[in-house]
């Protein structure tokens, strides 16, 4: 993956926060010995997004606003010599503080040494306010079965 990419399209969450042609920063760490078993690759900063870029896309308010921290990585497929995809799992981390930091997947497809796409997925969390709602609701219909007992 080179280390200056360009976004072409966001979608999802991401539609409104991370402008098409806008620029997408990769760790140039060497990553090597993969396999199908996800292997430890802790690599901080592997994806930073995004900054304006030669093709007018505004980038993020603050430019750089989202980094993904890369913990795990695996090879799901491999053809020599050109194909290859990857699944990497991490943390998606909003530095403007306006959205709390959650788990992600990364997908990584080369067709060519040179041509590849890739996803960054969010994996959604329920907030606690949620949490806690469905639990007095859980909690409150159990009082009311009790007493009717």
């Known amino acids: 993956m080179n280390v200056t990419n360009l976004v072409v399209r966001s979608s999802g969450d991401f539609s409104g926060l991370v402008p098409s042609l806008s620029q997408l ?3 140039d760490t060497s990553i090597s010995g993969l396999s199908s078993t996800p292997t430890s690759e802790p690599v901080n900063n592997y994806l930073v ?32 010599p050109d194909f290859a995809s990857f699944v990497g799992t991490g943390t998606l981390i909003d530095t403007s503080g306006a959205y709390e930091s959650t788990p992600a997947t990364f997908n ?42």
């Open 25 to 27: 920063m990769a760790n």
């Open 49 to 80: 997004f995004s900054s304006s870029d030669a093709y007018s896309g505004t980038g993020t308010a603050p430019p750089y606003r989202f980094e993904f921290e890369l913990t795990s990585l695996a090879e799901v497929a491999y053809s020599a």
């Open 108 to 149: 990584l497809s080369f067709s060519s040494p040179t041509s590849y796409s890739f996803s960054l997925t969010a994996t959604p969390v329920p907030e606690p306010t949620t949490v806690s709602l469905f639990a007095a609701g859980i909690l409150g219909a159990l009082a009311l079965r009790r007493r009717k007992i």
